[in-house]
């Protein structure tokens, strides 16, 4: 029984990180990590979305 419950607590933990991404893509967030994911631009000119330091 116990087993159980476990699994189902990481099921539901699962569940709402997968529905946050699901929200987060379809709101047009491009750098789900990122704090500025919301104007993030992955096709920028240098390569990467601009707002971390990619070298």
Same mark, same amino acid.
């Given at each position: 029984?116990?087993?159980?419950?476990?699994?189902?607590? !990481?099921?539901?933990?699962? &569940?709402?990180?997968?529905?946050?991404?699901?929200? =987060?893509?379809?709101? +047009?967030?491009?750098? !789900?990590?990122?704090?500025? &994911?919301?104007?993030?631009?992955?096709?920028?000119? =240098?390569?990467?979305? +601009?707002?971390?330091?990619h070298n």
């Amino acid at each position: 029984m116990e087993n159980l419950i476990i699994i189902v607590i !990481i099921a539901i933990v699962i &569940g709402f990180a997968g529905l946050y991404v699901y929200r =987060k893509k379809k709101a +047009g967030s491009k750098c !789900i990590g990122c704090p500025y &994911g919301d104007s993030c631009c992955k096709n920028s000119e =240098k390569g990467g979305c +601009g707002c971390h330091d990619h070298n």
